[in-house]
């Protein structure tokens, strides 16, 4: 019977469970009181081997060894143990432990598994299997290992309390807390598992969380952890004073501990107390530098009370602890926004979204901040998301509506509305919005029934009797119009707008004299507006007079200085009329009253321009300027500096119209001019692309593409554009030389350099047709004749470059080269003999000449001339060639072989010479050096 108890001994000598998770050391009783039985057994047993007798001793001393805590040493002992006698499970139980006390969990679960399996029965040692695969993280292998020490011992409390841990970790909370509530039916007043059992039942059930918390502190008040997890569980109940009390005690029992402060501090800030929430979370952020979750509720606490630079610091803070916290990007988004850094935030909620794209509160945010920064097509596309979530979320269905009513969408807006207003049809805003967009649909009956009802439950509603009476006037309900702005005019009689809009239905109807009334009352209210004055104005003009209409304007007492508007319109009217010089006089009249105004000096500047007087124009462009800077202005301004000769200045106005409206096609011309007079071809034709995109034909920037292309040596594609242009201007019937004529210089070149010579030749004859003496056009056309082998042609073109150049020693000795070939070798002479005249005496021309003279016959002018070139440059192979020629012809055979053979030595390739040599030693009966 003691043999059986040795297991049971064993290990209440060898462990003692230190929160359900570790093993402890021997107590010196019962390590004592084992080897005691050890020895019993080893006397007991009859027949007992040395092996095993020498294993069951070795238990002995690591035992002893266990109790000092000299694991290693107990390692060694029970390996020597289990190797006599592989059978003893308590060597094997007792080596697991001393492992599991290394934190060697894997080789402890060998050995304990291997304990197990000599003993099934043995519940301990299933229970310390359990325990050291939990600390190996094997969580599922743990539970069957507690699980089985249960089914051997049902009152095991270890085993039961430890399931129920591995079980939370593996997120199983319903068994979880059914074994801590029977581990508490074993034992109701282990505090341990009633902590355990409350803050898992916290999560689903906070009231039974609360019992089981309060039994704890019925057990033991001081227990702090009691304390705080009751609060926690009050507060999830709603039962915020409860709480508070909860935590203020786990605050003065754990002074030092930052959960407790951190936890206070939330309760405090979901109640609103901002600044005792900052407290204590600077507090807890003090006890806890580097607690993340702390610094990111200090910075929302401090978001709340107002002090956004101090949140961001500590939500950077809390970044850097805990990079890409989806939480706390999220708190530094809303910092960034009030700080109106609005970028900062865009980044970070898109950053949130990247990693956590089903946060549906950071995509409504971020899809505000897309709508402030006028992105409303990203905006839409959160909002949708956020909506196939959750269809019903009416703030973010009103956030979609307003997206599509400003991206004019109204149709898609309107019925985001309906749905809205299914749910409350009193909302005055709602109904208002969606009258509005049914009126910009066209669908007026429904729109007049909107703002009906809204009428109906605010009958003085002055935005929305107005707004139907609107709807009633487009509808051709005109009577019913003006019925609504009677009745407007009769709540307000001082209401401007509604007697300027029933004045012109009066229009409509046919009934000037009312018209005219009211707009006399609209006169009494405001006896200076002009825009009266230009209703009838703008009347007259339709009707075709607008002389009478200046006339009108002209009356003293209602244009003056004092009626600015009034008299810009009239200096505009008389612009479009052409009568400048009246249109000026009306703007000096407004410059006089305000220098700076801006429309006055804008009008006044174009007025300059179209008079051609462009330092006048810029002046007055610049005061404009000063006020704002719109397309127009740039435009012109622009322009007139290019006509200035000022390009710096032209390039930035036009740069920066273009930033604004990357379309605008006169602008883009402009500039591509510009752009390729600095000979910035590569931004020309950038310009000139954009141009034509809008504009396929335009003729100024196919030109422009064309020059940039053949500047840029792209020219078989120039040559294409260049022939367009040619093309166009030949045919257009206007005298348009001077652009023709540059762009045929242009066209000529690029098709010779991308291999179209033939095609060059026409072109060339009309450029010489109009320009006769065009030297680089009579040089490509000579080049191209002497390649195709024409060689009269060829030297005809030169003849006339040589009248425009004749001290150009190269046109002179390229004649001469030309004409030598063409067997006119005494003019050939003559164009060499004049090329050292006007560039100076060569070795190049003195050869030529030499073999020009050889051709004549002419030996000793020949020699003479070769010498000289010999002489000069007495590596130049052809000079020796042609020498020995001469001599050849003169039969001085051995000077004319050593000529030959000087030619081959600095030309190896000489294939004349090797032939003229060998003929020679040939001739000379030296057949096997020939």
Same mark, same amino acid.
């Given at each position: ?5 040795? !297991? ?41 081997? $040395? ?34 006698? !592989? ?49 190996? =993280? ?25 399931? =129920? ?159 890409? @916290? ?13 700080? $109106? ?10 950053? /949130? ?14 899809? *505000? ?19 196939? #979530?959750?269809?019903?979320? #009416? ?114 109807? =046919? ?29 007259? /003009? ?21 009626? !600015?508007?009034?008299?810009? %319109? ?91 409206? !990357? ?47 053949? *500047?840029?040596?792209? %020219? ?53 047709? &109009? ?44 004649? =001469? ?47 003479? &001339? ?14 020796? %060639?042609?020498?020995? @020629? ?29 032939? @003229? ?14």
């Amino acid at each position: 019977s003691w043999l059986r108890q040795l !297991p049971h001994w064993i290990t209440r000598a060898q462990t003692a469970r230190l929160g359900g998770r570790t093993l402890a050391h021997t107590t010196l009783a019962h390590t004592t009181l084992a080897l005691c039985l050890i020895g019993g057994m080893c006397l007991s047993i009859p027949g007992c081997s $040395n092996q095993k007798k020498q294993a069951e001793s070795l238990v002995r001393v690591a035992l002893k060894h266990q109790d000092t805590r000299h694991h290693e040493e107990a390692i060694q002992v029970l390996s020597r143990a289990v190797a006599l006698n !592989p059978e003893l499970a308590e060597a094997w139980y007792l080596r697991g432990t001393s492992y599991a006390a290394t934190d060697n969990q894997v080789q402890a679960v060998s050995d304990l598994t291997r304990a197990t399996r000599l003993k099934p029965d043995w519940d301990k040692a299933w229970w310390a299997l359990g325990v050291s695969q939990r600390a190996d =993280g094997q969580l599922l292998a743990c539970v069957d290992s507690f699980s089985h020490a249960i089914r051997l011992n049902s009152l095991f409390a270890e085993a039961l309390f430890d399931r =129920g841990c591995a079980l939370d970790d593996l997120n199983q909370d319903g068994p979880a807390i059914a074994d801590f509530e029977r581990l508490l039916q074993i034992n109701p007043r282990n505090t341990d598992a009633l902590m355990r059992h409350g803050m898992l039942t916290a999560r689903s059930n906070p009231e039974q969380a609360v019992a089981s918390f309060s039994r704890v502190l019925s057990l033991d008040r001081g227990c702090s952890a009691a304390w705080l997890q009751r609060g926690l569980a009050h507060r999830q109940l709603g039962e915020t004073d409860r709480a508070l009390t909860d935590l203020n005690m786990a605050c003065r029992m754990r002074a030092e501990d930052p959960v407790a402060w951190h936890q206070r501090g939330l309760m405090l800030l979901k109640t609103g107390r901002a600044e005792d929430a900052i407290s204590d979370l600077s507090t807890a952020a003090q006890l806890s530098p580097g607690n993340a979750s702390i610094h990111q509720h200090l910075g929302e606490a401090l978001l709340e009370a107002g002090r956004a630079e101090a949140a961001m610091a500590n939500l950077n803070h809390a970044l850097k602890l805990s990079p890409a @916290n989806a939480e706390v990007l999220l708190s530094r988004a809303r910092a960034e926004l009030q700080l $109106n850094q609005t970028a900062d935030a865009l980044a970070d909620l898109t950053a /949130i979204l990247r990693t956590a794209g089903e946060r549906m509160d950071a995509r409504m945010m971020r899809a *505000r901040v897309l709508q402030q920064l006028n992105r409303l097509p990203e905006a839409l596309e959160d909002v949708n998301m956020v909506l196939s #979530e959750d269809s019903g979320d #009416e703030t973010a269905l009103s956030l979609r509506a307003d997206l599509l009513r400003q991206m004019n969408r109204y149709s898609e807006a309107i019925a985001d509305y309906t749905r809205l207003i299914s749910s409350d049809s009193t909302q005055r805003d709602l109904l208002m919005t969606r009258a509005n967009l049914l009126t910009s649909e066209g669908k007026l009956g429904e729109a007049i029934d909107d703002y009906s009802a809204v009428l109906q439950h605010h009958p003085g509603d002055r935005d929305a009797i107005l707004r139907r009476a609107d709807a009633y006037a487009a509808n051709d309900s005109v009577q019913l119009a003006i019925a609504d702005l009677t009745r407007l005019i009769q709540v307000d009689p001082a209401n401007h707008a509604a007697l300027i809009r029933r004045s012109e239905l009066f229009w409509q109807i =046919g009934e000037p004299e009312a018209a005219v009334a009211d707009l006399q009352r609209a006169l009494l209210l405001q006896p200076a507006n002009a825009q009266l004055v230009r209703t009838n104005t703008a009347r007259l /003009i339709e009707n075709g007079r607008a002389d009478l209409a200046i006339d009108l304007l002209s009356i003293p007492d209602i244009v003056s200085a004092e009626t !600015p508007e009034l008299l810009l %319109y009239r200096a505009q009217l008389r612009y479009v009329s052409e009568d400048a010089a009246g249109a000026m006089a009306d703007l000096k009249m407004l410059s006089d009253a305000d220098a700076r105004r801006f429309d006055a000096a804008l009008l006044r500047g174009t007025l300059h321009f179209d008079l051609e007087e462009f330092q006048a124009a810029v002046q007055q462009f610049d005061v404009a300027a000063e006020t704002k800077e719109t397309p127009e202005l740039l435009l012109q301004r622009g322009i007139a500096k290019i006509r200035l000769g000022d390009s710096t200045s032209a390039m930035r106005d036009l740069s920066v119209l273009l930033s604004q409206q !990357p379309d605008q096609k006169a602008a883009l011309t402009a500039r591509m001019q510009l752009f390729a007079s600095m000979e910035e071809w590569k931004a020309a034709m950038a310009d000139a692309e954009a141009v034509l995109k809008q504009a396929p034909d335009d003729l100024d920037a196919h030109r422009i593409c064309g020059e940039c292309l053949y *500047r840029l040596k792209s %020219y078989k594609a120039a040559a294409v554009e260049l022939a367009w242009v040619e093309r166009v201007l030949t045919t257009s019937g206007v005298d348009e030389q001077a652009t023709l004529i540059p762009v045929r210089r242009m066209l000529a070149e690029s098709l010779v350099q991308s291999e179209q010579k033939s095609e060059a030749f026409p072109v060339l004859d009309a450029l010489l047709k &109009d320009v006769p003496r065009d030297t680089d056009a009579l040089m490509l056309r000579s080049q191209l004749a002497e390649e195709r082998g024409l060689l009269d042609s060829s030297i005809n073109d030169l003849t006339v470059l040589l009248e425009s150049n004749p001290a150009d020693g190269e046109l002179w000795k390229h004649r =001469g080269i030309l004409r030598h070939r063409s067997g006119r070798s005494e003019e050939a002479v003559e164009d060499f003999t004049r090329a050292m005249l006007v560039s100076g005496e060569s070795a190049d021309l003195f050869y030529h000449r030499g073999l020009a003279r050889h051709q004549l016959k002419q030996s000793d002018a020949a020699l003479e &001339d070769l010498d000289k070139a010999i002489a000069s440059n007495p590596k130049l192979a052809d000079a020796w %060639y042609v020498r020995g @020629n001469v001599y050849a012809a003169q039969s001085n055979i051995p000077f004319a072989l050593e000529n030959f053979e000087r030619a081959i030595q600095l030309d190896r390739d000489h294939t004349a010479a090797w032939y @003229n040599r060998g003929n020679l030693l040939y001739h000379s009966n030296d057949y096997q050096a020939a």
